[in-house]
């Protein structure tokens, strides 16, 4: 983006996270949910991280949150109630660090404090001689709202304190601060009786939460069996490490959390992380994270405060399973029932532990509906851990540039009419879902481009969902759109788009055979891929276009076994446009044709003729093909008086009875692996 674009699209974000901040702060009312609110404020923290020229004070990177309760008493805070700033990759936690060591002047390895981040509504409790006085919520960090009576209602917050420990005296003035939760399990119970009552339920714990401090009559807050974690002392005691006010909080007698570590460097705090993003739906609580925080209390006051929050600490959260990205593009899938598919290109996002590229957008319908224009930013949500939905369009932050999204009229597979069908558009020709379908199966097939792990099952998988239209599309897959598949696994993804790239160098005859020429076997293949090569250096699909887009059906009877029924077919497959495009296409996706290393018609095996039946123990009936012709041989799938060997594996065919009746050697295995040896 130029400076201008970056500096417009700023402002827009700007204003859409101030009022969905507003909404859910001041009005209790969530307009979108916090992960896409979080997504939104990373984008504009990274943009001004760029142009530090565009920050203002009015930033919402640059404040804590929206204004307080008007029904409830103000109350300023002792120090500001600050907030983290997000980090969700490890590389984005090691260029945290590099930013604070460059601050501080030393580098700095650790030790830091590592705690569960809890997603609840953030509290601050004052004590006057042992005896709790005030309780605020952070409001706008400076000014919040008191909300002592609700707070007193909550059991786990003591009204006295009393220290267990002879060593920690009680302070005469104590400021702490923590969160309000709630349990999974008393949300749920305590949604079963908002629904009882006939009463709108809440979305997740947090919210209940917040709500429920927010209630003017306290017996509704005690009601609702609320809890608390401490971990913070601001005022009253003078301690060294983050890791010792746990501990003096725990022993006043605070709720506090005791899935915590204190970790040496980095790499400890990487698999804290990750041991929690895969346990926590063991907790009783929802967490959305960990807090990061630099263990030295010296250290961390030295750093200071970067815009509102500590640039010695962070929130280094979980995947999100929802996120904001930009729509890129619309294309159209053919799904094996002919049912056309409309699936979203976006920019690379990641989202519930994956980084997806496209979303099904279902049909013209859910588009309308969405209001959704090519260009448009999107919330994209994995809820569950099923298939990305587009689950809603920021149209605030359209620029204007935005396109509309219309369904073709003709089929992108075979140019056959679109017809509406309900809800979906289809293809006319009824075939055609299963000509595709069988094709793909044709092109990943062990004589083809041999991808292993690509079954029918998978191809069925595939087109339903929309990921790809046609063989080319295989090579633009991410292991994110396939991980989000149900039964897919991230390892089982990658090994798959590893399996898929591996493959994208293929012998010139093969890459032939694999379009699915009618009346073009593998034999027929490696004559045009011979008449090929001897036309130009063929490198990429493109190449071949070349060769064969303008030739004649004369021209390729001229080539030895090609006679008018398949010249005629190889020649209409290169003039169809959908064949063309689909070559072209395969050039981008980086498809590079290689060649034998030895040429036909050289080696040990020049001038003879196999045929092979039966199934071969030694190697793959592919493998022994490609070992006859590298040594000059011939291959033919059929028996005749010209054959000069016929190779009889374990349970041979008919072949075997052909060839003795026409007199041809039938060798063994055996045999055959010492003529090629």
């Not at 650790?110 to 953030?122: C, I």
């Not at 969160?179 to 009786?193: D, G, I, S």
């Not at 989202?351 to 930013?377: P, Q, S």
């Amino acid at each position: 983006m130029t400076k201008g674009e970056v500096k417009e699209r700023v402002e827009h974000l700007k204003k859409l996270i101030n009022k969905y901040r507003y909404s859910r702060l001041v009005l209790n009312k969530e307009l979108i949910s916090p992960e896409a609110e979080d997504a939104l404020k990373k984008e504009l923290f990274d943009l001004e991280q760029k142009f530090s020229d565009l920050v203002t004070p009015d930033s919402p990177t640059q404040r804590v949150a929206g204004k307080p309760l008007a029904r409830f008493k103000r109350v300023r805070h002792e120090t500001p109630m600050l907030s983290f700033n997000d980090a969700f990759s490890e590389d984005d936690m090691r260029d945290w660090l590099k930013r604070l060591s460059n601050f501080l002047g030393r580098k700095t390895e650790g030790p830091f404090y590592a705690e569960l981040k809890f997603d609840g509504l953030s509290i601050e409790l004052v004590y006057e001689d042992g005896v709790f006085v005030e309780g605020a919520t952070r409001g706008d960090g400076q000014i919040g709202e008191d909300v002592t009576q609700n707070l007193k209602t909550i059991e786990a917050i003591p009204l006295r304190l009393e220290s267990v420990d002879y060593k920690i005296k009680v302070p005469k003035h104590l400021v702490v601060r923590g969160e309000v939760l709630m349990t999974k399990k008393e949300f749920l119970l305590a949604n079963k009786e908002q629904a009882r009552k006939g009463e709108k339920e809440f979305a997740n714990p947090r919210n209940m939460a917040a709500g429920s401090i927010r209630q003017l009559n306290p017996k509704i807050t005690a009601s609702r069996r609320l809890t608390t974690n401490e971990y913070d002392i601001v005022a009253g005691f003078d301690v060294a490490k983050h890791s010792e006010e746990h501990e003096i909080l725990h022993k006043l007698g605070f709720k506090t959390n005791h899935e915590t570590k204190l970790c040496k460097n980095l790499e400890e705090v990487f698999a804290f992380r990750t041991y929690w993003a895969k346990h926590r739906e063991k907790l009783d609580f929802e967490i959305d994270g960990v807090v990061v925080v630099l263990d030295d209390n010296k250290l961390f006051d030295a750093a200071g405060v970067i815009g509102k929050a500590p640039r010695a600490a962070i929130a280094y959260k979980f995947s999100p399973r929802e996120a904001t990205t930009v729509v890129e593009g619309i294309k159209v899938q053919v799904g094996r029932t002919g049912v056309l598919t409309p699936v979203a290109v976006m920019r690379p996002v990641g989202v519930g532990g994956i980084t997806i590229t496209h979303a099904t957008l279902h049909n013209a319908d859910e588009i309308e509906r969405l209001g959704l224009k090519i260009g448009d930013t999107v919330v994209i949500s994995r809820a569950g851990d099923v298939i990305p939905q587009v689950t809603k369009v920021l149209k605030e932050l359209r620029t204007g540039k935005e396109k509309e999204f219309h369904m073709p009229k003709t089929c992108p597979v075979d140019g056959s009419k679109v017809v509406r069908d309900g809800v979906a558009y289809r293809c006319s020709n009824r075939y055609c879902g299963a000509r595709l379908r069988e094709s793909l199966k044709h092109f990943v097939s062990r004589p083809a481009f041999d991808i292993q792990g690509l079954g029918p099952k998978i191809i069925d998988r595939f087109l339903d969902e929309g990921l790809i239209s046609d063989a080319a599309d295989l090579f633009a897959l991410r292991s994110g759109d396939i991980a989000a598949l149900e039964r897919f696994g991230e390892k089982s993804a990658e090994n798959l788009i590893s399996e898929i790239a591996g493959k994208k160098q293929i012998l010139l005859a093969k890459f032939i055979y694999a379009l699915g020429i009618l009346h073009t076997g593998e034999e027929t293949a490696l004559l045009l891929a011979e008449y090929a090569a001897r036309k130009r250096h063929i490198q990429t699909p493109n190449d071949l276009l070349n060769v064969f887009q303008n030739i004649t059906e004369e021209e390729l009877q001229e080539i030895p076994d090609i006679g008018p029924k398949v010249s005629a077919s190889i020649a209409g497959w290169f003039r169809a446009k959908s064949n063309t495009e689909l070559l072209k296409k395969l050039s981008r996706v980086e498809i590079r044709i290689v060649h034998d290393r030895i040429a036909k018609g050289s080696g040990k095996l020049k001038g003879l003729s196999f045929v092979i039946t039966g199934t071969l123990r030694a190697m793959a009936r592919e493998e022994a093909k490609e070992k006859i012709r590298t040594l000059g041989g011939d291959v033919s799938e059929s028996v005749s008086k010209k054959t000069s060997y016929v190779v009889a594996g374990s349970e041979p065919g008919s072949k075997l009875a052909k060839a003795k009746a026409l007199g041809v050697k039938v060798i063994d295995e055996r045999e055959f692996l010492s003529m090629i040896k």
